[in-house]
């Protein structure tokens, strides 16, 4: 899916940095090196890779990681020493001289792609590259909210964006349609581009599945893949959750 919207995913959260204070601060405590599974472009990579951590990215759409790898192209050499960059699925990946990660971060709603199984997989995975006294981050939208989504299934307005490189005119129109019995959302984003002369509108239409798990059910798999969980909050401002919060973080850490 990111293999076709890449582009647009990029300027739809071209102002999304309201995680990297909290993503900061979780690194500057950790002991040793920054895993992200699922990086894309390499939003949080870069800033973390300035702050002076050693930080890999893993990601399986190519697009994205071209893009990323561009983006570091343009870092000082000595930045770009502190970022490595992997292609692979974040529920198997394998990485070269089996590194211990201080830190391992599952961005930005990046959980919802992954199913159960896949899930357990992916904490599985990462408990295996945790360092000692490695530490799990998961941020997620509140699943109230998600759970709360009209079953419609009407098109709607989300955004109107301009590509600043292109001057391309970007229509973001998205239709949800809510399982609440499979606890999945399921989501058509539509992006219509005109370029700036005007012609034909060029359509790309992309289909996600969002897996939205309660606190309890994921507080079961983090202790079925052999987590503990330290701290569960409800913003970036680490107040604790509740079902009014914006969204749903998680601090694990392996079980001794």
Not at 161 to 168: A, H, I, K, V
Not at 210 to 222: A, D, I, S, V
Not at 241 to 252: F, G, M, N, P
Request: with cysteine; aromatic share 6%.
């Amino acid at each position: 899916m990111y293999d076709q919207i890449a582009r647009f995913y990029d300027l739809t959260h071209a102002n999304l940095d309201d995680d990297l204070p909290l993503v900061l601060q979780l690194a500057a405590q950790a002991d040793g090196p920054i895993l992200e599974l699922g990086c894309g472009s390499g939003r949080l990579l870069l800033p973390l890779a300035r702050a002076g951590h050693t930080v890999t990215g893993v990601d399986l759409s190519t697009e994205m990681l071209d893009r990323a790898r561009a983006r570091v192209g343009q870092l000082d050499t000595a930045v770009q020493q502190h970022i490595t960059l992997h292609q692979a699925d974040m529920t198997t990946f394998a990485l070269p001289e089996n590194p211990k990660f201080g830190l391992a971060i599952v961005p930005y709603n990046t959980l919802f792609h992954l199913d159960t199984a896949q899930a357990v997989a992916l904490l599985r995975r990462v408990k295996t590259v945790l360092g000692g006294n490695g530490r799990l981050f998961i941020d997620i939208a509140n699943p109230v909210d998600i759970a709360s989504t009209p079953e419609d299934a009407l098109l709607s307005l989300e955004n109107v964006l301009t590509d600043p490189e292109t001057g391309e005119l970007i229509v973001h129109l998205a239709s949800n349609r809510l399982n609440t019995a499979s606890q999945t959302l399921h989501i058509t984003w539509i992006y219509d581009v005109s370029a700036p002369n005007g012609g034909p509108v060029h359509r790309t239409v992309a289909h996600g599945v969002y897996h939205y798990r309660y606190p309890h059910q994921l507080e079961l798999l983090l202790q079925d893949a052999g987590f503990k969980l330290l701290h569960l909050w409800g913003d970036y401002d680490q107040s604790p959750y509740d079902e009014t919060s914006d969204r749903l973080l998680v601090l694990a850490a392996k079980k001794e």
